[in-house]
């Protein structure tokens, strides 16, 4: 349950520990170039409700990875989505000047940082699991195999940032703006554009225990594809029903855009049936794993009763 | 001698070897979303001299590191430079509309579709190092150790490119406009906007092969660091010479751009001086590999010789 204080205290435990992995992968503010570095830290540090680590983080529970490599997960993950965040938020993309709360980058700072800001910060996320410590103290073939695990982690992040992932994504909103889509289109489109990177979250976050079967990695997928869809679709919604103040970002965009939505092609009713059958979908995906998926239930329940 | 024709087959083969690699790599135009595949084609295929590819392979001569990881090393590196020039040549940044003799990305597509480009080699390229292929066919302990050595090659690939390397030199680059810079501080800016990335290829390429000791390896740094610098100071003597049609970009906008460069600071005479030295530094640094050095000696040369 969402009002369960046991699930927020873990979040916010969890929040912090993503918060901590950042502030150390994030250069400090004083070294050159220093305007660059102050820039990512205003992008990534302090906002946020931090879903992608809190799924990789609740994932890694799943599998019993604890420690330092699903932190570094979890901050890889955030990273690729603040990148995200302030590339999309740019005047030649969505063009928004609020963000979190606060000034957009690039209204902050200028747009060619705020470019810089977005590559340097893609950079980053991929150093975050290179760097990785290993889960064993033991040295030799258990070590490497970590290494072997954490290359896989690479590529997972690759495909699901890159134009067969999120970008991709982002390419084909840009060119749905002003264009009538059927669902299974606008499907398509967060399939790639929001759900790449949330699958990505919950798989990597798992890739830091004990190995899956094949089974159990499908089962999992299923949570993170039907999870990652019920969360746009209850974006849409809150866009179209929340103030800019309650968002931190600002409301309303997508109708003003005119974007195609869950909302504006099934209504606010039906998105909000469907956002709970997906909800439903995704409970029922976890099932298997018992007591240990009880953080991802959690959070299952958390992206489709959030109201910002 | 760049004369060589010797030289001259080894570098078409080899640029035939990276173009076929990143044909491969290069999602195909007709997959979705086609528009971004494409244009990702377009900035990366059938253009560029491919120096930083050619130094992968000549370092991965040098430790005996052939066959298709090397060439997984080369694409790679091409792709974050290529990434890096549709990023500088938008208009919020250095606004350039020539390219490799071709309308600039943004021009031929447009801005959104630019940045996402950029974005999307940039994930590509960390896909390449992530999916090479092992260097044996050995199962066990040897094909894992491959892989432990491709994540340090992820990790050297990130550092390079990110705020700390490529980007970062970005951005000291756009707050010098307008600015009188001293020598040691445009070196600083050098050394990590171009410098990063060749060090990175020649690295990357030196590790397709058998390992370097410490020392080899820092000799190899310093090659690649007086290379990399001589790189930079002949493209600011080229940009003040030659043509834009000799060039395939626009000519002289250093200076247009009241931007700092080992011309302006140096003169022309000077600077091709610096370049001799610097040069001459790089195959000192090559001697102690004797012959198998040779086509990184043959590569130095070209670097210094060029004429576009």
Not at 87 to 94: Q, S, W
Not at 219 to 228: M, Y
Not at 267 to 295: C, D, I, Y
Request: aromatic share 4%; charged share 20%; net charge negative.
């Amino acid at each position: 349950m969402i009002a369960s204080s046991d699930f927020q205290g873990w979040a916010r435990v969890n929040q912090a520990r993503v918060e901590t992995a950042l502030q150390k992968l994030l250069p400090a503010a004083h070294l050159a170039p220093a305007r660059l570095h102050e820039a990512m830290r205003y992008a990534v540090l302090g906002g946020g409700k931090r879903v992608r680590p809190l799924l990789a983080y609740a994932a890694g529970e799943l599998t019993g990875g604890g420690g330092e490599r699903v932190s570094a997960a979890a901050a890889a993950v955030e990273l690729i989505h603040a990148y995200s965040l302030v590339h999309d938020d740019l005047p030649c993309m969505d063009d928004d000047v609020l963000r979190r709360g606060k000034p957009t980058v690039h209204v902050q700072y200028d747009e060619a940082t705020a470019l810089l800001v977005g590559d340097s910060l893609q950079s980053l996320a991929f150093h975050a699991l290179a760097q990785m410590p290993p889960a064993s103290e033991a040295p030799g073939a258990e070590r490497i195999g970590d290494r072997a695990r954490q290359l896989e982690m690479v590529e997972l992040l690759a495909q699901a940032s890159g134009s067969r992932g999120m970008a991709g994504g982002q390419a084909i909103d840009l060119a749905s703006v002003g264009k009538t889509l059927e669902l299974p289109e606008l499907e398509f489109m967060h399939i790639h554009k929001t759900g790449a990177l949330i699958r990505a979250a919950v798989l990597l976050g798992a890739y830091c225990g004990e190995n899956l079967n094949r089974a159990e990695c499908d089962t999992l997928d299923h949570f993170a594809k039907n999870i990652g869809l019920a969360f746009q679709v209850v974006d849409d919604v809150l866009d179209a029903e929340a103030s800019t103040a309650t968002l931190g970002k600002t409301a309303g965009k997508d109708a003003q855009h005119n974007k195609p939505t869950y909302v504006s092609i099934l209504g606010v009713t039906r998105a909000k049936h469907l956002a709970e059958e997906l909800h439903s979908n995704a409970q029922q995906a976890l099932r298997p794993f018992g007591a240990k998926a009880l953080r991802l239930k959690q959070l299952a329940d958390f992206v489709v009763q959030r109201e910002f």
